[in-house]
């Protein structure tokens, strides 16, 4: 096999820096460590230039110069060199690092005697915790273990502190906690909202879910999202519907939002910027009584959710009004090429229900 190819198949973060094979710059990878290499070719015998990293194997490196003549054989002899040196350091280290999870695991368990739940992997690569707020709502934490104890998976709104690792399990749960703790007036906010409210989206909602998407009957909703570290703010409100009906509930809020009152109950605020004393419930169906498809579903799919996702575009007919998933309409415009046009990020054809104009943004 050719050198060069030989070279880049074991060294691939290697480069030749001549067509003569003899100066290589680049790193070689060594149980999980990067050594920086700058080898060249010296009176026929291989220089590596040492730095802190290599200064440990300084003399090995002086003994395989001596020895190997060809760079490639130099660099095998290298590596093996310097992962039998190394390996035996990093199993002993890892020895010691497991020790310390388990005991800070047994000294968390011990300590935190109100939690829910709390279970380590048995390869000792994850803690997940179950815990109660303050209303009884259950909050869920992964913590990973690789050197130090990260927050892997949790079910609050994301902030910066959740990316930072720590050398303390205890330290990672209360960040967990205190931020709970701050999201208290989020959450109760959000549960007013679903059990005060025709909630359309998320069908299962979780801490995280910062929005949600309100109906007011079968023709329009509202898509509510709240800053969670700061709920007493003006929250964003998309109103998605015939454009008949969402002009006048733009109008109020763009009437109302300058009295928006700070200190006072946000879902109240909201109903004021709305001007409803309540939001409408969400409907029951007799029993045995039959509809071909239940409010928001998809004209084309006939399924409220496609990945997840309901439907936003609506017919601007006011003899259809009939509503679609993006991927839906999207595919039907495609379909009928010939009677579709686009203009910029946009798709314009004919409404499958009642072949009236319609358009539709690029997924």
Request: include cysteine; aromatic fraction near 10%.
């Amino acid at each position: 096999m050719n050198e060069a190819i030989q070279l880049l198949l074991k060294f691939p973060s290697l480069l030749p820096r001549n067509g003569q094979l003899t100066e290589f710059d680049g790193y070689l990878n060594i149980n999980r460590t990067d050594y920086e290499i700058h080898l060249s070719q010296v009176n026929g015998k291989p220089f590596l230039e040492i730095n802190e990293k290599l200064s440990t194997f300084r003399q090995d490196i002086d003994h395989l110069s001596d020895i190997y003549t060809n760079p490639l054989n130099f660099l095998d002899a290298l590596s093996e060199t310097i992962s039998s040196k190394t390996s035996s350091a990093i199993k002993k280290n890892l020895a010691d690092f497991y020790r310390q999870v388990l005991t800070e695991y047994a000294e968390f368990r011990e300590f935190y005697i109100n939690l829910q739940s709390c279970v380590i992997t048995p390869d000792l690569s994850e803690v997940s915790i179950t815990t109660l707020d303050e209303c009884d709502r259950q909050h869920a934490l992964t913590v990973a273990i690789d050197g130090t104890f990260r927050i892997a998976r949790h079910d609050l709104p994301d902030r910066d502190d959740f990316a930072k690792p720590s050398a303390s399990l205890s330290v990672l749960y209360e960040t967990f906690v205190k931020a709970i703790e701050e999201l208290q007036p989020y959450l109760y906010l959000m549960d007013r909202f679903d059990s005060a409210a025709w909630v359309l989206d998320p069908e299962t909602p979780k801490p995280k879910d910062c929005y949600r998407r309100i109906a007011f009957d079968s023709s329009i909703s509202v898509v509510i999202t709240v800053d969670p570290w700061k709920p007493d703010g003006i929250p964003s409100l998309q109103f998605l519907g015939p454009e008949r009906l969402t002009n006048s509930f733009r109008s109020k809020v763009s009437s109302n939002v300058e009295n928006w009152d700070y200190k006072a109950d946000t879902f109240d605020e909201i109903l004021r910027l709305l001007e409803m004393e309540h939001f409408p419930p969400k409907p029951t169906l007799d029993r045995g009584e039959v509809v071909l498809f239940s409010t928001g579903e998809c004209c084309i799919c006939f399924s409220s959710r496609l990945n997840q996702k309901l439907p936003e575009i609506v017919c601007t007919n006011p003899s259809c009004e009939q509503v679609f998933h993006v991927e839906c309409l999207y595919q039907w415009l495609v379909s009928i090429a010939a009677k579709t046009r686009q203009t910029f990020n946009e798709l314009h054809g004919e409404c499958p229900n009642c072949e009236k104009h319609i358009s539709c943004p690029l997924p």
